[in-house]
């Protein structure tokens, strides 16, 4: 089983930056891979960044390449999404995920364990 806790959501203007955390318990963090996703209203959740369970390889949607950065602390179960440059179409609720068989899954089925998401809101 492993238990995942999003945090560092919130309103930001156009341009602006957030970094969200997610906080994992459970099983051996640094034994398995990890992503990101997200899910605007009236549309199916996407996927937006996955990282290796060393932080050795990382994986991004063309959306967000060059403006979000994943990353994970091993020491710490957390993995972080940095996003910057945001833009009104970013906004989303933004879910950490497990992915304990596979690296670098783009397809939301291929994870096992969710979080219960965070609110990123961009205004223009």
């Known amino acids: 089983q492993v238990q995942l806790v999003e945090s560092g959501g919130g309103l930001v203007q156009a341009g602006g930056s957030l970094r969200l955390s997610c906080v994992a318990s459970?099983?051996?963090?640094?034994?398995?891979?990890m992503g990101w996703f997200r899910q605007a209203p009236g549309k199916e959740r996407e996927f937006v960044a996955a990282?290796?369970?060393?932080?050795?390889?990382?994986y991004y949607a063309d959306s967000v390449k060059g403006r979000f950065t994943i990353s994970r602390d091993n020491t710490k179960n957390t993995v972080y999404l940095q996003m910057n440059s945001l833009k009104p179409e970013d906004t989303a609720v933004y879910y950490c995920?497990?992915?304990?068989?596979?690296?670098?899954?783009?397809?939301?089925?291929?994870?096992?364990?969710w979080g219960q998401g965070t609110q990123v809101t961009v205004s223009s």
């Open positions: 990282i290796s369970w060393s932080g050795g390889s990382t």
């Open positions: 995920a497990a992915d304990l068989v596979r690296v670098g899954a783009t397809e939301a089925y291929e994870y096992d364990y």
């Open positions: 459970g099983r051996t963090f640094s034994s398995y891979a």
